[in-house]
């Protein structure tokens, strides 16, 4: 390797001087020779992302920490070997050089393993920097979620003027929850920052069990977090006793839904002859049944009892009937009665009705024929109608008029 040091070939000489930069940094240590070696091959080859990171790695044991940054930043932009070292001790080299300039700490915040966070706090409790990892490489934000540098130095220049700040930022608020949940009502949750680039307005603590919002802004003053922290606490608790209640509240869903379909089936044939069907959907302290009759990939729910906030409701067409007033019978009879009426998502493309009442801008008597359901995304579906006169009537699904549809079309 000594021999091909000067070989004419820039890439082989670069080569070289790597392999002999990583013999002194593990074989025989010597970290000075070592760096000779890594800065030489990081000049000759200087696109080759492995050369900038064993050269970090040699300024970084060497204590040159400001070198050994700016390198592995470099390396993390030509994709060296062994990225997921990299982007750590960036990390950890950002975290430590603007937390030292800002005489402050580090807190690991409690985030995904996957995507973790860091704040860098004040001794008087604010937030200063928050610091995240995205799927290559990290983000620098300020506790507020504006975009900060992603060099240390100016990082803590600009989050200076924090350090007086008696406003609670929405991180800093979060994570007081976060700690509190888990001391006083010994349940683990995690704080999330919506992955939406440079910026962020919100930030979330939640589990499975528990969701509280903190919008940008929203802090408050720091003398005033105890108190504010303690009413936070009131309503995660009644979250947590109601996530408690959720798989009996379930198991009673399921079985009445199943009740349901054995009593529809007596009284009233589906549409298309064939059997009804449950479908069951979302986690545990949002749990649904549906029931519903055509085939999965074109269903036609009838009947959907959903667990909500702790409460269980069952919904027939626009009717809402809260758990304890639920009536297998009387239900099935609603679904039956509901299944002899024109629905919105049986309407036939080409089949003519007249008006009974104004629609989608038409006047009552008038002749309309359907033509198609609209999805334009995932949030916009419309119904398009045809007049005599060949213009389009666009109605959105949510419009009051399709949801009571029989009220306003009559076949001809």
């Known amino acids: 390797m000594r021999a091909e040091r000067g070989n004419a070939d820039a890439d082989v000489a670069a080569h070289a001087h790597n392999w002999l930069g990583w013999y002194f940094?593990?074989?025989?240590?010597?970290?000075?020779?070592?760096?000779?070696?890594?800065?030489?091959?990081?000049?000759?080859a200087p696109e080759w992302g492995t050369a900038w990171l064993n050269l970090a790695y040699a300024e970084d044991r060497l204590g040159r920490?400001?070198?050994?940054?700016?390198?592995?930043?470099?390396?993390l932009l030509r994709n060296p070997y062994n990225r997921p070292f990299a982007e750590r001790r960036a990390v950890e080299l950002?975290?430590?050089?603007?937390?030292?300039?800002?005489?402050?700490?580090?807190?690991?915040?409690?985030?995904?393993?996957?995507?973790?966070?860091w704040a860098i706090v004040a001794p008087s409790g604010a937030h200063l920097i928050v610091v995240r990892r995205f799927v290559y490489g990290f983000g620098v934000n300020t506790p507020e979620g504006h975009a900060l540098p992603d060099d240390p130095d100016a990082a803590a220049k600009a989050a200076r003027s924090l350090l007086s700040s008696d406003k609670v930022s929405m991180t800093e608020g979060a994570y007081a929850l976060c700690v509190a949940i888990r001391e006083r009502l010994s349940h683990d949750t995690v704080l999330k920052i919506p992955a939406s680039g440079s910026d962020f307005v919100e930030v979330n603590v939640q589990s499975e069990a528990c969701y509280v919002h903190f919008?940008?802004?929203?802090?408050?003053?720091?003398?005033?977090?105890?108190?504010?922290?303690?009413?936070?606490?009131?309503?995660?608790?009644?979250?947590?006793?109601?996530?408690?209640?959720?798989?009996?509240?379930?198991?009673?869903?399921?079985?009445?839904?199943?009740?349901?379909?054995?009593?529809?089936?007596?009284?009233?044939?589906?549409?298309?002859?064939?059997?009804?069907h449950?479908?069951?959907?979302?986690?545990?302290?949002?749990?649904?049944?549906?029931l519903f009759w055509g085939s999965r990939a074109e269903a036609h729910d009838v009947a959907n009892f959903s667990l909500w906030e702790g409460a269980v409701t069952l919904t027939i067409g626009a009717r809402k009937i809260a758990l304890d007033d639920v009536d297998i019978d009387v239900a099935a009879d609603l679904v039956a009665k509901r299944l002899a009426t024109l629905t919105a998502d049986r309407?036939?493309?080409?089949?003519?009705?007249?008006?009974?009442?104004?629609?989608g801008g038409r006047a009552r008597g008038e002749m309309i024929t359907y033509e198609r359901l609209a999805e334009w995304d995932n949030h916009w579906v419309e119904h398009i109608f045809i007049a005599e006169d060949g213009t389009d009537i666009k109605v959105d699904q949510n419009d009051g008029a399709?949801?009571?549809?029989?009220?306003?079309?009559?076949?001809?």
């Open 25 to 44: 940094t593990y074989r025989k240590p010597s970290f000075e020779l070592a760096f000779d070696h890594c800065q030489k091959a990081s000049t000759l």
């Open 65 to 75: 920490a400001s070198d050994a940054y700016e390198h592995y930043r470099k390396a």
């Open 94 to 117: 950002f975290i430590a050089r603007a937390a030292s300039l800002l005489s402050a700490t580090a807190v690991e915040l409690p985030s995904s393993l996957e995507f973790p966070h």
């Open 215 to 276: 919008g940008r802004g929203s802090g408050g003053r720091r003398a005033d977090l105890a108190a504010t922290v303690e009413r936070q606490l009131e309503s995660v608790a009644v979250e947590l006793a109601a996530y408690a209640r959720a798989p009996g509240l379930g198991e009673q869903m399921k079985a009445l839904v199943e009740e349901l379909m054995v009593k529809l089936a007596e009284r009233a044939r589906a549409p298309d002859g064939g059997p009804y």
């Open 278 to 290: 449950v479908r069951e959907a979302g986690l545990v302290a949002t749990r649904t049944y549906t």
């Open 347 to 359: 309407l036939t493309p080409g089949a003519r009705d007249r008006l009974l009442r104004p629609f």
């Open 402 to 412: 399709m949801r009571a549809i029989d009220e306003y079309l009559t076949p001809v």
